[in-house]
């Protein structure tokens, strides 16, 4: 199953930052390019109150939430599909991964190295776009001198499902701070042209609330205007452009938030938990998992006939608290 989402962008317009704000992992971070030649890898709790909720419902011991993998793969330039700076070797990263986080900078600050004359979002995710596009022309250059040999499915770039992260700078001048800004006028219109999804996060100050206390995140928040939380919005949404969903199973020793992609039927979803529950499968007994909780027990809701019983057919939805039966 596809859990793997590679954070991509031209150099120095945060992708390290932001990597560190996700997986609280230290990476090397310098105001040059290809300051991350070797792609780092972080698993990242993706956070879910249910879990929380669950957890307290049933006084469980342990709570795990569902998680995804960000890989901080180094900045592509123009020409790297035909090799510039050590592009062979990023794109062949970004193959590996199932989706893109795809930061682009849309902030003003002439302190901050840019690779690009003028800070212009729209004309870098084009110069991007085209690099992943030729790389892929190339790869099927390659296949069609192969003809007549077993070949692999193409595994393309440009069709790798995209998050735009629009990285700020508090304090900064932001482009999304000024609508009239034709540089933005030109993202939005695309964005809704292309039926792009994206968020806003300022990286440096997501990575620099890493280490705070909840009490010290507030203040900080506070202090630099910045009360939502962009790091929060951007893993569930990598979760949400992965296609996955969640199902829960809940008791005293344990609430678990189980991954599985969206449409996924209960067997297919019981092997999430083990491969024997999809051969072996029987039934699932079903509850959403607020209605669980209003209810105040699993003997309440039983009795306020809440939960369901569902066969193999059942598609399986978000939210969804399940025990299966097997054989």
Same mark, same amino acid.
Do not use: C
């Given at each position: 199953?596809?859990?793997?989402?590679?954070?991509?962008?031209?150099?120095?317009?945060?992708?390290?930052?932001?990597?560190?704000?996700?997986?609280?992992?230290?990476?090397?971070?310098?105001?040059?390019?290809? %300051?991350?030649?070797?792609?780092?890898?972080?698993?990242? %709790?993706?956070?879910?109150?249910?879990?929380?909720?669950?957890?307290?419902?049933?006084?469980?011991?342990?709570?795990?939430?569902?998680?995804?993998?960000?890989?901080?793969?180094? =900045?592509?330039?123009?020409?790297?599909?035909?090799?510039?700076?050590? =592009?062979?070797?990023?794109?062949?990263?970004?193959?590996?991964?199932?989706?893109?986080?795809?930061?682009?900078?849309?902030?003003?600050?002439?302190?901050?190295?840019?690779?690009?004359?003028?800070?212009?979002?729209?004309?870098?995710?084009?110069?991007?776009?085209?690099?992943?596009?030729?790389?892929?022309?190339?790869?099927?250059?390659?296949?069609?001198?192969?003809?007549?040999?077993?070949?692999?499915?193409?595994?393309?770039?440009?069709?790798?499902?995209?998050?735009?992260?629009?990285?700020?700078?508090?304090?900064?001048?932001?482009?999304?701070?000024?609508?009239?800004?034709?540089?933005?006028?030109?993202?939005?219109?695309?964005?809704?042209?292309?039926?792009?999804?994206?968020?806003?996060?300022?990286?440096?100050?997501?990575?620099?609330?890493?280490?705070?206390?909840?009490?010290?995140?507030?203040?900080?928040?506070?202090?630099?205007?910045?009360?939502?939380?962009?790091?929060?919005?951007?893993?569930?949404?990598?979760?949400?452009?992965?296609?996955?969903?969640?199902?829960?199973?809940?008791?005293?020793?344990?609430?678990?938030?189980?991954?599985?992609?969206? =449409?996924?039927?209960?067997?297919?979803? =019981?092997?999430?938990?083990?491969?024997?529950?999809?051969?072996?499968?029987?039934?699932?007994?079903?509850?959403?998992?607020?209605?669980?909780?209003?209810?105040?027990?699993?003997?309440?809701?039983?009795?306020?006939?809440?939960?369901?019983?569902?066969?193999?057919?059942?598609?399986?939805?978000d939210g969804d608290v399940i025990e299966f039966l097997h054989s």
């Amino acid at each position: 199953m596809g859990l793997s989402v590679g954070i991509v962008g031209l150099p120095n317009v945060g992708k390290s930052t932001l990597f560190n704000a996700l997986t609280k992992k230290s990476v090397l971070i310098a105001n040059y390019p290809f %300051a991350t030649i070797d792609p780092s890898v972080g698993v990242v %709790a993706v956070p879910d109150e249910r879990v929380d909720k669950l957890a307290e419902f049933s006084k469980s011991e342990k709570k795990v939430p569902a998680a995804i993998e960000f890989v901080d793969i180094a =900045g592509l330039v123009r020409g790297a599909s035909e090799g510039e700076g050590l =592009g062979n070797q990023f794109l062949s990263h970004i193959r590996e991964v199932d989706a893109i986080a795809h930061v682009v900078r849309i902030f003003d600050n002439p302190n901050i190295t840019s690779t690009q004359d003028e800070i212009d979002p729209l004309h870098d995710i084009e110069l991007i776009n085209t690099e992943l596009e030729l790389a892929d022309m190339q790869q099927e250059e390659k296949r069609q001198d192969k003809k007549g040999k077993e070949l692999p499915q193409l595994n393309k770039l440009s069709q790798k499902p995209v998050l735009y992260v629009l990285n700020k700078e508090a304090g900064g001048h932001n482009l999304d701070e000024n609508p009239s800004d034709p540089r933005w006028q030109r993202l939005m219109n695309y964005f809704e042209k292309t039926n792009a999804r994206y968020v806003v996060v300022d990286a440096n100050v997501e990575n620099e609330l890493k280490e705070l206390h909840t009490e010290d995140k507030v203040s900080f928040r506070r202090e630099y205007a910045i009360f939502d939380d962009g790091v929060n919005s951007l893993i569930k949404a990598g979760y949400d452009l992965l296609g996955l969903i969640s199902f829960f199973t809940t008791g005293t020793d344990e609430t678990r938030a189980w991954t599985i992609k969206n =449409g996924s039927t209960a067997p297919e979803a =019981g092997a999430a938990i083990h491969t024997d529950f999809k051969d072996k499968f029987i039934r699932a007994e079903v509850i959403n998992w607020q209605k669980l909780i209003e209810a105040g027990s699993y003997a309440k809701a039983r009795e306020l006939g809440l939960i369901r019983t569902e066969g193999k057919e059942y598609i399986v939805k978000d939210g969804d608290v399940i025990e299966f039966l097997h054989s």
